[in-house]
């Protein structure tokens, strides 16, 4: 239970153009989703949080025009990096809570690498 | 406000033997604390998770962690080794600090684990 996927998992683009990420909670409900950004060899750094319905919460120092985050429906959120650029490249994850579960308690998708030419 | 801190960005061991991961935290609520393991270019997994009922807490793959407010402590153990315990291995924090009293998670820098045949 309580798997996450993303899609697509690898991306490759040109600089300049839009690219959209998918996160889905497959088996359960999320009314909360996170967008993580993680550089090589480096930890997770908190982007935003997605709440179903509503506007995200992004992390200081995070452009919300250019990372553009949706969360439409209780199983699916949305990153769309926009005019993308070769220091855009990264390893994207998300994760999610399940809706009435536990609080304190995430699960991650498998992540995207974005790579930008 | 609430933080963590790996103390070894690596630890080598060699197959078969101990494994201690060391984590400390910092907190102004009582907080929950998990353990989380990467794969090379994969998500993360949970190992295990602390929020206030036994101390000595057990996880997956025969990993298990021992909280100790009077340290502030979170540490990793696992009895021996395996050559598919080789990953990099997160420490998280969350408590209710968010704002509404939402739990926001805090990630540690990140412990690479490298074992040896």
């Known amino acids: 239970g309580a798997v996450v996927s993303q899609h697509p998992s690898r991306v490759i683009c040109k600089s300049g153009t839009s690219v959209k990420i998918e996160c889905r909670s497959l088996?359960?409900?999320?009314?909360?989703m996170f967008w993580y950004r993680q550089f090589p060899k480096k930890s997770l750094m908190l982007m935003a949080t997605?709440?179903?319905?509503?506007?995200?919460?992004?992390e200081q120092g995070v452009e919300k025009d250019k990372f553009l985050i949706n969360h439409a429906s209780l199983t699916l959120s949305t990153l769309t990096v926009t005019s993308a650029h070769p220091e855009d490249s990264s390893f994207y994850i998300c994760?999610?809570?399940?809706?009435?579960?536990?609080?304190?308690?995430?699960?991650f998708g498998p992540g995207t690498r974005l790579t930008v030419l | 406000a609430q933080s963590v801190t790996q103390l070894d960005s690596h630890v080598s061991v060699s197959e078969g033997t101990p494994v201690l991961l060391r984590c400390n935290y910092s907190?102004?609520?009582?907080?929950?604390l998990f353990w989380y393991v990467q794969h090379p270019n994969k998500g993360l997994q949970l190992l295990l998770k602390y929020t206030s009922a036994a101390t000595l807490v057990k996880g997956i793959n025969g990993f298990e962690a021992e909280f100790k407010k009077s340290e502030t402590s979170f540490h990793l153990t696992k009895p021996s080794a395996h050559m598919s315990d080789a990953a990099e291995y997160f420490c998280?924090?969350?408590?209710?600090?968010?704002?509404?009293?939402?739990?926001?998670?805090?990630f540690g820098r990140g412990t690479s684990l490298i074992v040896h045949p």
């Open positions: 997605s709440n179903e319905g509503s506007k995200a919460t992004y």
């Open positions: 998280v924090v969350s408590d209710q600090g968010g704002s509404g009293g939402s739990y926001i998670p805090t």
């Open positions: 994760s999610a809570r399940v809706a009435g579960g536990p609080p304190d308690t995430q699960y």
């Open positions: 088996d359960f409900q999320a009314t909360t």
């Open positions: 907190s102004s609520y009582s907080p929950s």
